[in-house]
């Protein structure tokens, strides 16, 4: 499973070439935002074509570099019309606003998990804000919770609020974390204080 932000910056490398070609400016979901469809490579500016490398030139998704089949698998957008057609409608998943079904805002989305093999989406992080982020954490819902998107909303069920609520991150979950941490130290150190104490009793003469 690959977190979608990082790629960006990552180079890619031609597998029959052995050089560089590129690099990876963005990565490109498909128009349902279910699939990765490929990677954005230059966005050809006020006046130029942008460049991608469609998912099926991909030959693996690296932990540093992305590696395609050859220099040609960097194609222009104009080239691949499914993919031009996304990008001309200038939308991104990233900063979508999140509610229940039940109108209840759990956030807006920072960034997807993929699996890389197959370019499906599984997962959506989603970002209370910096505030919310650092005093509880980002959250990752998958994307099975998801009842509904639209341009600028996507749903999820109502049960999704709960288990958002119960992932533990940020200060508040390092102190929860770190009073687990502590309850269980001072358990372990309880119990190895009744077995000394269990230890000299057996041991003291009796009579």
């Known amino acids: 499973m690959r977190k979608g932000k990082r790629l960006i910056g990552r ?3 031609s597998l029959s070439e052995g050089v560089r070609v590129g690099e990876v400016k963005d990565v490109i979901l498909g128009a349902t935002n279910e699939t990765v469809v490929g990677l954005l490579v230059d966005d050809g500016g006020l006046f ?3 460049h991608v490398v469609p998912v099926d030139e991909i030959e693996s998704f690296g932990r540093d570099a992305v ?27 990233i900063g979508t606003r999140v509610f229940t079904e039940t109108g209840d805002e759990q956030g807006s989305v920072n ?4 699996d890389e093999a197959s370019g499906r989406v599984l997962s959506l992080e989603v970002t209370g804000g910096t505030w919310r982020d650092a005093t509880t954490g980002v959250r990752n819902r998958p994307v099975t ?6 341009p600028e909303i996507i749903y999820v069920h109502p049960d999704a609020a709960d288990m958002l609520a119960a992932q ?20 372990e150190a309880a119990d190895a204080a009744r077995e000394a104490t269990e230890d000299m009793a057996a041991a003291s003469p009796t009579g």
């Open 11 to 13: 180079p890619i490398l």
């Open 48 to 50: 130029g074509s942008a």
């Open 67 to 93: 590696v395609v089949t050859d220099r040609a698998s960097i194609r222009s957008a104009s080239d691949v019309p499914d993919i031009k057609e996304i990008l001309d409608r200038k939308t991104s998943l």
């Open 111 to 114: 960034d997807i998990y993929f």
């Open 145 to 150: 919770e998801v009842m509904r998107t639209g």
């Open 168 to 187: 533990r991150g940020g200060i508040s979950g390092a102190v929860a974390d770190a009073g687990d941490a502590a309850r269980a130290a001072g358990g």
